[in-house]
């Protein structure tokens, strides 16, 4: 069994049509269609519907459809892995959380330009979710973030666990009375401000889950854009926001922040790189993190 065998047939299920399926791949219908008559003899299986418009497929060509695609994927990375490791290049992507940014980001992207010789930084805002495709596709080279999505080609390294705090309004009940410290059990019924309501998993879906790990359910959980914006709600008097320590340095107006003592309030800071990597950039800077990891 051949990929092309395979993209042939994936891109008549996509297509829904031998005609249109033909004209995508550029050849004509009558190979097409011997392509696929080979593949079902083959498996022994009957892989799409006789006689249907638009084509479909069968229970079995459906199930075989999802394994196309997956290997399908997985060539086209592992080709994209090869080729920039082939690839001699000066300049280092570094992809990264907005957040990160009142961590110690620019300390470290500071710390690169300055000390790895003629190399160009380049800076890629990207998502937690969305550097793991990233570095597939050679579009990032070393990724910072705060979940622990896992895949077999990327190496991920835990950085730090930072603790979350629970920012408020100056006149909130709880600075009023001189609560100094919270667990999340406290705050279920109160409107609280979560951030990004970008694709899932991120960091609203990671303070979600810890309620979930706690066996609380939050009653009034509101997810906004960004984390200045979560912020500037909270600034103007509406409820509160669960942020990463270092996130407390938002130089905003009529906020406190109380630490949370839940075991599970931490948040893990993340450097992730393709596992066949091995640019000596990538040891610099892996060698200089674990510095910084003595000096905490």
Request: net charge neutral.
């Amino acid at each position: 069994m051949e990929l092309r065998t395979l993209k042939y047939f994936a891109t008549v299920v996509e297509e829904k049509s031998i005609t249109k399926a033909a004209e995508k791949l550029c050849i004509a219908q009558p190979p097409l269609t011997r392509q696929i008559k080979n593949l079902e003899s083959e498996l022994g299986v009957v892989l799409f519907e006789r006689g249907m418009r638009p084509i479909k497929t069968t229970e079995v060509g459906e199930f075989f459809y999802q394994y196309a695609v997956q290997i399908l994927t997985l060539t086209a990375h592992a080709k994209s892995m090869v080729n920039r490791y082939k690839v001699t290049d000066t300049t280092v992507r570094i992809g990264y959380v907005g957040s990160l940014f009142y961590w110690k980001l620019p300390e470290i992207i500071d710390y690169l330009r300055k000390h790895i010789a003629n190399v160009k930084v380049e800076l890629v805002e990207c998502g937690t979710r969305d550097q793991v495709e990233a570095l597939k596709l050679g579009k990032i080279d070393i990724g910072f973030g705060r979940l622990g999505i896992s895949d077999p080609s990327i190496k991920r390294i835990v950085i730090e666990r930072e603790q979350l705090f629970l920012a408020v309004h100056k006149d909130h009940t709880l600075v009023t009375q001189n609560v100094k410290e919270v667990h999340l059990s406290q705050l279920v019924n109160e409107h609280i401000y979560i951030y990004p309501n970008t694709p899932k998993p991120n960091f609203s879906t990671f303070v979600q889950g810890i309620f979930s790990e706690l066996d609380l359910i939050p009653q009034n959980l509101i997810e906004t854009r960004e984390i200045h914006m979560a912020l500037g709600m909270v600034s103007s008097g509406e409820g509160g926001c669960i942020i990463p320590k270092s996130a407390c340095s938002i130089g905003m107006k009529n906020l406190k922040f109380i630490p949370i003592l839940d075991n599970e309030a931490e948040s893990p800071i993340t450097v992730a790189y393709r596992s066949i990597d091995n640019n000596e950039y990538i040891k610099q800077i892996l060698d200089y993190l674990d510095e910084l990891k003595s000096m905490n």
